[in-house]
């Protein structure tokens, strides 16, 4: 069974820009949590969709949204880059609804230059 | 105070060794309880969960004690492989619905 994927694996953007993160859960799991760990932090949560709607969001600003489409992939987008926006995000699949019982992507490792 | 505390370490262990990572939490609604462990640049993986009775699988032991809000993972007989880093994770459940993870105590063990 494939795991967690995501893509792209890195990611350089220069400040100002926009990045566009995805992710493909576990077949059968209709929940997707974003996380971020930044050098030095530990993993921060992000938000959490499911079936398609956004179910909660960590203390994390407007320029980070995201998106889930029908097949219950997800999109992360973040707008206005920051040097400090630079980090690992990681994404987690779960069985519907809300669950401890998380599996995560390899993630994809964002440089903002 | 930080939610989910562990000291970062480095713990630098011989093969063999007994080692003892603690964790404390600060909310006391905290329903559940983990250890992950993450390999460096990789993903964290869930090593196994935190119970009152206590938990053991091989060479690791688990406990939790909710009075003292601590959480500790014990591993005896350290092998080259359980070099990683370990992660104490809360869930919180109703209301936040969200992992809430420790920084993560990194361990080394030495040839």
């Known amino acids: 069974e494939a795991g967690v994927t995501q893509s792209p694996t890195h990611l350089i953007k220069t400040r100002g820009q926009q990045a566009t993160l995805r992710c493909s859960p576990i077949s059968g799991h209709t929940s997707v949590y974003w996380y971020q760990q930044a050098l030095g932090l530990g993993l921060q949560f992000l938000l959490w969709y499911d079936e398609g709607e956004e179910r909660n969001r960590g203390n994390f600003p407007p320029r980070f949204s995201g998106r889930q489409f029908p097949n219950y992939s997800s999109e992360l987008n973040v707008n206005a880059l920051e040097l400090e926006d630079s980090a690992l995000y990681l994404c987690?699949?779960?069985?519907?609804?809300?669950?401890?019982?998380?599996?995560f992507g390899p993630g994809t490792r964002l440089t903002v230059t | 105070r930080k939610e989910v505390e562990q000291d970062p370490g480095p713990f630098n262990v011989p093969e063999g060794a007994t080692v003892a990572f603690n964790c404390t939490y600060s909310n006391s609604a905290s329903q559940s309880f983990f250890w992950y462990r993450q390999d460096c640049r990789k993903e964290p993986k869930l090593l196994m969960s935190v119970y009152s009775s206590g938990n053991e699988d091989g060479r690791f032991t688990a406990q939790l004690n909710r009075a003292s809000q601590y959480i500790s993972l014990l591993i005896r007989d350290s092998k080259l492989s359980d070099s990683a880093t370990y992660l104490c994770v809360v869930w919180n459940g109703a209301g936040s619905y969200q992992l809430t993870f420790g920084k993560g105590t990194k361990l080394s063990v030495i040839p």
């Open positions: 987690a699949s779960s069985l519907a609804g809300a669950s401890y019982e998380q599996y």
